[in-house]
């Protein structure tokens, strides 16, 4: 291109990555470009043409890539105006696998091979983008989304931080056999809530703090003369400098802790976060909400707590707090305020303290059992029970039923409805002891229909909420073993995954409902939740988180770790659409209201840069059913 024309930088200054290049390297690449023509039908670029020689950006039409004798929807590419192709080929220095051909009139502009390595060792974002495309797509948008949402967020440093970054002070410590009055004197000179005894080494043996004072030495009479490790929290929670803030927020918030220490590798203290420290970062009410709920005293307390958590929710997703945290923090406040629920119904039905009461546990399962619960969630739950010597199964159960209505009933005025298809502990069917829990799972593995798999497949997601968590853990390794290697099931299980295909089109960017929206649920999550589950299940995986399920499966099936990163990047983005979609259209709802949000979206709302991670999104989508179709033969 002899000269660069106005019209060319506002071009490449629409799309990403061009978007962010330096000013340099941007002039650097419009002087290399050449602009090429293609009629429609025209081929582009082929397998037979060998190697890749150039580096295509599509100015204006559209284009579709195929593999060789795959022309269904489902094996198609498309590409549109911004988008750019093969990465991967000129990456490897080998021939392109599909046969691009020009859909429509097509304009591209072109780079030769060489000039593409050349801007790689110049431009770092071009490098980032090719090497990490829908990561580094993903976090563009993010970042857009958190300018977005300014107004609302202060600037404070994210939940994501590493605790190196949160620490305030060096930790105070002392010797094991230290005098409790030497111990407060300290305290008081320095003006900090929290000694620590430590040994030689410096790695943490016990927490003293002042709420420890009341308890531990006032009530039971002991004098300031006894040494620390007499008063002392033994073994307090410990994470590294590189965990993640939002990390000691979940362990604060689910166990009642104030205080986490910080430890290196080798054990030794590095410092302590107390409470004050993190939820100073963003101002928002986790501790007290998680207190409250630990302490309310009747139902109509928890149902304005529910309120209080998602209107927190509303408050982290303006902030900017990731996908995967928040889906995190809303599973745990939710988990928090379900086991209250059920502690004070069990109450009120004189069933706690019974030796029933002991040998009971309440299952979550679906999205709460994945731990990736929204604002708008109903309910999915079991019983699990082993009744006591002198009661049979039956009796146990007859008891147990009123009581789980009661709290499946109150669940639902604190914002979770009733599940439609039943699937609540309420249900006989659904209230089992721990042999017919094996009964049941053992009929679906061995002998469950295609049908009957397919409605059964959230049973597979379980985990223990509440009660002897022994027996979800026992359930748990029983079915890891019974599932992993059972050909048939597992066949099944992919063959009705593969029935739910990622809505990409042939004949425009996407497939819509007959409400010309997308279900970035049932279409845009369910493959990567699906795919997820199986490979788990195949793996020998106890994990229920569908990230967990696809790190931990990854090595046992073989699938580069750099492939699943992507994959994990797209469900964490139709994840962030799925919570912005219900965080806009909350904020003049009722509560009632916010219960019935709906997950469809019109994909021609988005901004250019979200409709193209979209796309790419349930591309990965494709890319794990294929994995999915290549294991079990589909």
């Known amino acids: 291109m002899s000269a660069i024309?106005?019209?060319?930088?506002?071009?490449?200054?629409?799309?990403?990555?061009f978007d962010r290049f330096e000013g340099a390297h941007q002039v650097w690449l419009l002087e290399r470009l050449k602009l090429a023509y293609y009629a429609k039908g025209e081929v582009i670029a082929s397998p037979e043409q060998g190697k890749s020689q150039r580096f295509f950006i599509i100015k204006q039409g559209l284009v579709r890539g195929a593999r060789q004798g795959e022309e269904s929807s489902d094996a198609v590419i498309e590409l549109h105006e911004g988008e750019s192709f093969p990465v991967g080929a000129l990456l490897a220095?080998?021939?392109?696998?599909?046969?691009?051909?020009?859909?429509?009139?097509?304009?591209?502009?072109?780079?030769?091979?060489?000039d593409f390595h050349k801007?790689?060792?110049?431009?770092?974002?071009?490098?980032?983008?090719?090497?990490?495309?829908?990561?580094?797509?993903?976090?563009?948008?993010?970042?857009?989304?958190?300018?977005?949402?300014?107004?609302?967020?202060?600037?404070?440093?994210?939940?994501?931080?590493?605790?190196?970054?949160?620490?305030?002070?060096?930790?105070?410590?002392?010797?094991?056999?230290?005098?409790?009055?030497?111990?407060?004197?300290?305290?008081?000179?320095?003006?900090?809530?929290?000694?620590?005894?430590?040994?030689a080494q410096r790695k943490p043996l016990g927490i003293f703090t002042l709420n420890d004072l009341l308890g531990r030495v006032v009530l039971p009479g002991l004098t300031t003369d006894v040494p620390i490790s007499q008063v002392m929290s033994p073994e307090p929670m410990a994470l590294p400098p590189t965990a993640p803030a939002y990390e000691a927020a979940m362990a604060m918030a689910r166990a009642g802790f104030r205080h986490v220490l910080v430890t290196e590798a080798d054990g030794t203290l590095r410092g302590i976060l107390s409470e004050r420290d993190l939820f100073s970062l963003q101002r928002v009410g986790l501790r007290q909400i998680s207190g409250a709920l630990r302490q309310a005293s009747d139902v109509e307390t928890l149902v304005g707590l529910s309120r209080d958590i998602r209107s927190l929710a509303r408050n982290m997703m303006a902030q900017g707090v990731a996908a995967e945290q928040l889906t995190l923090f809303i599973s745990t406040l939710n988990d928090l305020l379900a086991a209250r629920?059920?502690?004070?119904?069990?109450?009120?039905?004189?069933?706690?303290?019974?030796?029933?009461?002991?040998?009971?546990?309440?299952?979550?399962?679906?999205?709460?059992?994945?731990?990736?619960?929204?604002?708008?969630?109903?309910?999915?739950?079991?019983?699990?029970?082993?009744?006591p010597p002198g009661m049979t199964v039956d009796e146990a159960r007859a008891i147990l039923l009123p009581v789980a209505l009661r709290i499946n009933q109150a669940m639902a005025r604190c914002g979770f409805p009733l599940c439609k298809g039943n699937i609540m502990a309420s249900n006989p069917k659904w209230c089992l002891s721990l042999e017919e829990w094996q009964e049941v799972f053992t009929k679906w593995v061995d002998r469950g229909s295609p049908e009957a798999l397919l409605h059964a497949s959230i049973f597979f997601d379980f985990r223990a909420l509440a009660g002897q968590r022994k027996l979800a853990e026992t359930l748990r390794s029983w079915l890891a073993q019974l599932a992993r290697g059972n050909s048939?099931?597992?066949?099944?299980?992919?063959?009705?995954?593969?029935?739910?295909?990622?809505?990409?089109?042939?004949?425009?960017?996407?497939v819509l409902n007959?409400?010309?929206?997308?279900?970035?649920?049932?279409?845009?999550?369910?493959?990567?939740?699906?795919?997820?589950?199986?490979?788990?299940?195949?793996?020998?995986?106890?994990?229920?988180?569908?990230?967990?399920?696809?790190?931990?499966?990854?090595?046992?099936?073989?699938?580069?770790?750099?492939?699943?990163?992507?994959?994990?990047?797209?469900?964490l983005f139709i994840q962030m659409l799925r919570l912005r979609h219900h965080y806009e259209a909350s904020a003049n709802l009722s509560e009632a209201e916010i219960a019935q949000l709906d997950n469809l979206i019109d994909p021609a709302?988005?901004?250019?840069?979200?409709?193209?991670?979209?796309?790419e999104s349930f591309r990965q989508a494709r890319k794990v059913q294929a994995k999915l179709a290549l294991d079990y033969q589909l």
Not at 9 to 16: E, K, R, V, Y
Not at 171 to 195: Q, S, W
Not at 488 to 510: E, H
Not at 605 to 615: G, Q
Request: negative net charge; aromatic residues 8%.
């Open 5 to 17: 024309h106005a019209s060319q930088l506002t071009f490449f200054a629409a799309h990403a990555p």
């Open 93 to 114: 220095g080998r021939a392109v696998t599909s046969t691009y051909r020009a859909a429509e009139d097509v304009f591209c502009f072109e780079l030769d091979a060489a």
């Open 119 to 199: 801007l790689l060792e110049l431009s770092p974002v071009f490098k980032d983008f090719c090497t990490r495309r829908i990561t580094a797509l993903f976090e563009q948008s993010h970042q857009a989304m958190r300018a977005q949402f300014a107004q609302a967020a202060t600037e404070q440093q994210s939940l994501s931080s590493p605790l190196s970054d949160v620490l305030r002070r060096e930790p105070v410590t002392c010797t094991p056999d230290t005098a409790l009055l030497e111990v407060l004197r300290t305290m008081r000179e320095l003006r900090v809530h929290d000694h620590h005894g430590a040994d």
């Open 341 to 387: 629920l059920i502690e004070l119904e069990c109450s009120a039905s004189a069933l706690t303290g019974t030796p029933l009461y002991d040998n009971l546990c309440w299952l979550v399962m679906g999205s709460g059992g994945r731990y990736e619960q929204t604002l708008n969630t109903d309910q999915d739950n079991a019983l699990i029970f082993t009744p």
């Open 488 to 510: 048939r099931f597992l066949y099944q299980m992919a063959a009705n995954a593969m029935r739910n295909r990622p809505p990409l089109g042939v004949v425009r960017d996407f």
């Open 514 to 571: 007959d409400a010309k929206r997308i279900d970035l649920k049932l279409n845009g999550l369910a493959p990567f939740v699906d795919a997820a589950r199986i490979f788990s299940l195949a793996a020998g995986v106890t994990q229920t988180s569908t990230i967990q399920r696809l790190r931990q499966s990854a090595a046992a099936l073989h699938v580069p770790a750099a492939e699943v990163e992507a994959w994990i990047d797209a469900f």
């Open 605 to 615: 709302a988005l901004n250019e840069l979200d409709r193209r991670i979209l796309k």
